[in-house]
């Protein structure tokens, strides 16, 4: 395995690793734990460890603390991996986070009445109450609309929005002017 990674044909220096390097296996181990928490992530570092230490191990110099060299080595691998996770963005992706990028709609009163309703729907602008109309109350599928109003699909999706949005700002407007209202008598 030396000789893959080293280039060289030295059994001694693969001896030598083994002799210098395995034994601090379970400190190298341990120190991986502290600076990356997860085992997986762990017995990965350690991997890479002794992997970049057979590489370079020519280069280390015997009798000197092997220990203290291959923590180095660690070291210095942990920090490249942590250099490389702070380019990537990891982003949270909590149901509280998509509550603030998406627009607040207000929600329909339950104390709305049908000729409230009604006369909601006849102020939202023809070409989207006719959309809605249809697809909320007739209950038709986008493309059978699309036919029906001879008007792409996407048209149709873009205004059943927009018409819903309207609908709904309608209902909101209404219902907060008769709390108001309600709120005065009292």
Request: net charge negative.
């Amino acid at each position: 395995m030396l000789r893959i990674l080293t280039g060289k044909n030295d059994d001694r220096l693969w001896e030598a690793f083994e002799a210098e390097a395995v034994p601090h296996l379970p400190d190298l181990y341990r120190f991986a734990r502290w600076l990356v928490g997860a085992r997986e992530d762990a017995e990965d570092l350690v991997q890479e460890t002794l992997s970049e230490a057979m590489r370079s191990f020519h280069n280390y110099e015997r009798g000197t603390n092997c220990r203290a060299w291959m923590t180095k080595i660690m070291y210095n691998l942990n920090g490249r991996r942590l250099r490389k996770l702070g380019r990537v963005k990891i982003v949270n992706d909590t149901d509280e986070m998509i509550a603030e990028t998406i627009a607040f709609t207000p929600s329909i009163p339950a104390t709305l009445t049908d000729s409230d309703i009604i006369s909601a729907v006849q102020r939202v602008p023809e070409a989207y109450r006719q959309i809605v109309l249809l697809a909320d109350v007739e209950e038709f599928a986008y493309k059978e609309i699309a036919e029906m109003v001879q008007i792409p699909i996407g048209t149709v999706m873009s205004r059943l929005h927009r018409g819903r949005k309207l609908l709904r700002m309608e209902l909101a407007e209404y219902e907060q002017e008769r709390g108001q209202v309600r709120g005065s008598i009292r």
